[in-house]
C-alpha cells in the first residue's frame, strides 16, 4: 500500500470517520450551537466510547479476538458517522469553523456576526488576529517537536507493545508485552483500550502500529487537546462582551500553549504526559477528558442562567464517563467523582437540586466501570493493598 | 501527612508552576464575580484539594491501587486553565503586555519540555533507536521471520518489542523498574555485572532456551563465546550477534 494511501486511511478511520461522528451527539443542540470543535471532540468521545462499548465485552466474554473488534468497529463507526450526517442535516445542519463563515460571508457580500464585530473594532479584531498568530505559531512548533523528536518512556514497553502485539496476532493482552511469553488476562488493565484502538487504526491503515503511535497520533491527540481547552476557555469567557471575548480567547490559548512547552517541572504534570507520552491514555483522561468534565459543568450553569439545561451537557458527560473507561482503569471513578461533586457545587451555588439527578444519571457508565473495576480488585483490596507480588503478577 | 506533601512537592518539582495556580485561585476567590466560574474552578478544586491532603482518602485510595500513582488526583485540579484564565483576566485591559507578562512568568515559573534528557531527535519514524531496529532486523532475517528467543541486553529490551512481537526475551522492561529490585534473573544479573562473564552469560541464556545472544561488542571476548560453542553472525552497530546452535526451534509458536 502506498504511503500516500496510506496516510489517507489513517486520516479517514482516525480523523474523518471521527468528527461525522460527532454530528449524532451535537444534533441535541440548537443549529447556533453546532460549532465545529464541539463537533470534533464530541466525535473522538464516540469513537472513544464505542470502542469501549465494543471491546470489553469481547476482551472478556470472546477470548479477545481483536480481529472481530476491528471488524465489527470499522463497519458500526462510519455506520454513526452516516446517522450523525444524516440526523444533523435534518435538524438544519451544522455551522462552519468561525473563519470560514468570515470568508465565506465575505466572498458572497453577505454578512456575519463574526464580520460585524471585527468592522466594529477594529482594534480587538487587529489584536485578536496578532494572538491567533502566535497560538498556531506555538502549536505547529508542538506538532513539529513532535514529529521529528522522539519521547523515550519506559511505560511505552507495556502500552506500544501491546498495540503491536494485536496488530500483529489479532489477539488483545494474552501475551506478556515485556516478554513475548503467554499469560492469563490482566482485566483491570485491559479494560483501558487505548493502545487497541491505536492498534485497530493501525491495522485499518495497513501501518505499522509503533509508527502510527509515535509520529502519527500526536496529530490528532494535541489538536484535540487544544480543542478542549478552547471549549473550556470560550465557556469560561462566556459573560465577556463579543468584542473583549474575541482577542482574551485566543490570549487564553496562548497561555495554554506556553504552559504545555513549559510544564515539564515533574514527571507526573498533565503537560509532560501530553507532550512526551501524548499516545498513552492517561494522557487522553488528564488533557481530554478532565478539561471536557470541567466544560460539561460550566454549560450547565450557563444554561442553567438561561433557564433550560437541555441534554447536551448530560450527553457529552455519558461520552465522557464512558470514553474514560478507555484511558486507565481509574479515570471512569475520577471523572464520576469530579462531575458529581461539580454537580453539587452548582447545586449549592444555584439552589437547584434537581441538577444532582441528572448528574448521578449521567454517570451510570462509570459506576457500572467501577463494580467491574472493584470486582477485579476485590481479592487485593481484601488482602490490605498492594504489595509487590501483585504487581508481579500483573507484569508477569 | 508527609507522604502527602511529599506528593505535592514531587508534583511541583523543580518549578513554580503550583505556585503561579495558588496565586491564580486567590485573584479568583478575590475578584471572580462569575457565580458559575467561582463554583466550577474554585470551590470545586478546593474540595477535591481539602480530598487530596486528607489521609484516610490516601489510603483508602491505596487500597485500589498503587499509592505512587495518587499524584494523579492533583489532574482534577485544572491548573493550566485557571492560571491562563486569571491571567486574561487580570490583563483584561491592556492584553497585549498582560499576555506578555503571563507568557514570561510561565516561562520563568516552568521548564522546557524538549530539553528532557528523554527527548531526542528521531532517528526513523518509528520514534525507536535505530540500533534497536538494525539488531532485530538482522535477527528476524537469521529466523526466516519465525518466533524467536533473544537474549538482548538491558539498554535494548525496552524498544526491541515495540518493533517485533515475535521477538521474545528471556526478560523485559519489568527487570529494570524499582519494584524489582530485589527479584533475582540469571540473564539480567549476568549483563549488568561490571566485567561480563560470559559463562554466566551463556549458561543462563541456555537455561531460558535462548536462540540469540545479543553483546555490546565491545564487552566480550570472542573466543570465550567461541568456546562456549556460540556462533558469531555479525556486528550490528556496535552489537555482537551469536547464534546458539543448542537452542531449540520456536518457528512453530504463536505470540
Given at each position: 500500500m502506498g504511503a500516500i494511501l496510506k496516510l489517507l486511511l489513517f486520516f479517514i478511520w482516525a480523523g474523518l470517520i471521527p468528527v461525522l461522528m460527532g454530528l449524532l451527539p451535537t444534533s441535541y443542540l440548537a443549529k447556533h450551537r453546532r460549532r465545529s470543535h464541539i463537533i470534533i471532540i464530541s466525535g473522538y468521545l464516540c469513537a472513544f466510547s464505542l470502542f469501549e462499548i465494543l471491546g470489553v465485552p469481547i476482551l472478556f466474554f470472546l477470548k479477545g479476538d481483536f480481529d472481530l473488534l476491528v471488524r465489527l468497529y470499522s463497519i458500526i463507526s462510519p455506520l454513526m458517522a452516516a446517522a450523525g450526517v444524516i440526523r444533523c442535516i435534518r435538524m438544519g445542519g451544522a455551522r462552519l469553523p468561525a473563519i470560514v463563515e468570515v470568508l465565506a460571508a465575505r466572498r458572497m457580500n453577505a454578512e456575519n456576526e463574526t464580520m460585524q464585530l471585527i468592522r466594529q473594532k477594529r482594534s480587538s479584531a487587529g489584536q485578536a488576529i496578532l494572538f491567533w498568530a502566535v497560538f498556531l505559531a506555538l502549536f505547529a512548533f508542538q506538532i513539529y517537536m513532535a514529529y521529528t523528536r522522539a519521547s523515550y518512556d519506559g511505560d511505552d514497553a507495556y502500552y506500544v507493545a501491546q498495540s503491536l502485539i494485536s496488530w500483529q496476532t489479532g489477539t488483545m493482552y494474552r501475551w506478556d508485552p515485556y516478554t513475548g511469553v503467554s499469560t492469563s488476562l490482566d482485566g483491570r488493565h485491559a479494560m483501558a483500550m487505548l493502545p487497541m484502538w491505536i492498534a485497530a487504526i493501525s491495522r485499518l491503515c495497513g501501518t505499522h502500529s509503533t509508527i502510527v503511535t509515535h509520529s502519527m497520533i500526536p496529530m490528532i491527540f494535541l489538536p484535540l487537546s487544544d480543542l478542549c481547552y478552547y471549549a473550556v476557555g470560550?465557556?469560561?469567557?462566556?459573560?465577556?462582551?463579543?468584542?473583549?471575548?474575541?482577542?482574551?480567547?485566543p490570549a487564553f490559548m496562548i497561555v495554554i500553549a506556553l504552559i504545555q512547552i513549559y510544564g515539564n517541572v515533574s514527571i507526573y504534570t498533565p503537560e509532560t504526559f501530553l507532550l512526551m507520552r501524548t499516545w498513552q491514555g492517561k494522557t487522553v483522561f488528564a488533557n481530554v477528558l478532565i478539561p471536557m468534565t470541567f466544560y460539561s459543568l460550566l454549560l450547565i450553569t450557563h444554561r442553567l442562567e438561561e433557564g433550560r439545561i437541555g441534554k447536551f451537557p448530560w450527553i457529552v458527560m455519558v461520552l465522557v464517563n464512558t470514553a474514560a473507561g478507555l484511558c486507565t482503569s481509574l479515570a471512569p471513578v475520577m471523572t464520576s467523582m469530579l462531575f458529581i461533586a461539580g454537580c453539587l457545587c452548582i447545586a449549592l451555588s444555584y439552589r437547584y437540586k434537581k441538577v444532582m439527578f441528572f448528574g448521578l444519571l449521567s454517570c451510570i457508565p462509570g459506576f457500572v466501570y467501577a463494580v467491574i473495576i472493584f470486582a477485579l480488585l476485590l481479592p487485593n483490596f481484601l488482602a490490605g493493598g498492594l504489595n509487590i507480588e501483585f504487581l508481579h503478577s500483573i507484569f508477569g | 501527612m508527609t507522604e502527602i506533601w511529599i506528593t505535592i512537592l514531587q508534583y511541583?518539582?523543580?518549578?513554580?508552576?503550583?505556585?503561579?495556580?495558588?496565586?491564580?485561585?486567590?485573584?479568583?476567590?478575590?475578584?471572580?464575580?462569575?457565580?458559575?466560574?467561582?463554583?466550577?474552578?474554585?470551590?470545586?478544586?478546593?474540595?477535591?484539594?481539602?480530598?487530596?491532603?486528607?489521609?484516610?482518602?490516601?489510603?483508602?485510595?491505596?487500597?485500589?491501587?498503587?499509592t505512587a500513582t495518587y499524584y494523579r488526583f492533583l489532574w482534577l485540579l485544572p491548573m493550566s486553565a485557571t492560571i491562563a484564565y486569571t491571567a486574561v483576566k487580570q490583563f483584561s485591559t491592556w492584553l497585549k503586555p498582560g499576555i506578555l507578562i503571563a507568557g514570561l512568568l510561565v516561562v520563568m515559573c516552568g521548564k522546557y519540555t524538549y530539553e528532557n534528557e528523554n527527548i531526542l531527535p528521531a532517528e526513523n519514524r518509528l520514534h525507536l533507536p535505530q540500533m534497536a531496529i538494525d539488531v532485530t532486523d538482522f535477527i528476524m532475517n537469521e529466523s526466516g521471520g519465525d518466533y524467536t528467543i533473544v537474549s538482548m541486553p538491558p539498554g535494548l529490551v525496552q524498544f526491541v518489542r515495540q518493533y517485533e512481537s515475535k521477538l521474545w526475551l528471556p526478560y523485559g522492561r519489568e527487570m529494570l523498574l524499582p519494584d524489582f529490585r530485589n527479584y533475582h534473573h540469571a540473564v539480567y544479573e549476568a549483563y549488568i555485572e561490571e566485567e561480563l562473564d560470559p559463562d554466566a552469560l551463556i549458561g543462563a541464556t541456555r537455561q531460558y532456551n535462548c536462540n540469540y545472544?545479543?553483546?555490546?561488542?565491545?564487552?566480550?571476548?570472542?573466543?570465550?563465546?567461541e568456546r562456549l560453542g556460540m556462533e558469531l553472525l555479525a556486528n550490528v552497530d556496535g552489537y555482537n550477534i551469536y547464534y546458539d546452535p543448542q537452542s531449540p526451534d520456536w518457528s512453530s509458536m504463536g505470540g
Open positions: 470560550k465557556a469560561l469567557l462566556y459573560k465577556e462582551s463579543p468584542a473583549r471575548r474575541l482577542r482574551m480567547l | 511541583a518539582g523543580t518549578g513554580f508552576l503550583l505556585i503561579l495556580y495558588f496565586v491564580s485561585l486567590v485573584l479568583m476567590f478575590l475578584r471572580e464575580d462569575d457565580r458559575g466560574n467561582r463554583a466550577i474552578f474554585l470551590y470545586l478544586p478546593l474540595i477535591f484539594l481539602a480530598l487530596f491532603i486528607f489521609p484516610p482518602f490516601r489510603s483508602l485510595y491505596g487500597r485500589f491501587d498503587s545472544v545479543v553483546v555490546e561488542a565491545v564487552r566480550v571476548e570472542e573466543e570465550d563465546m
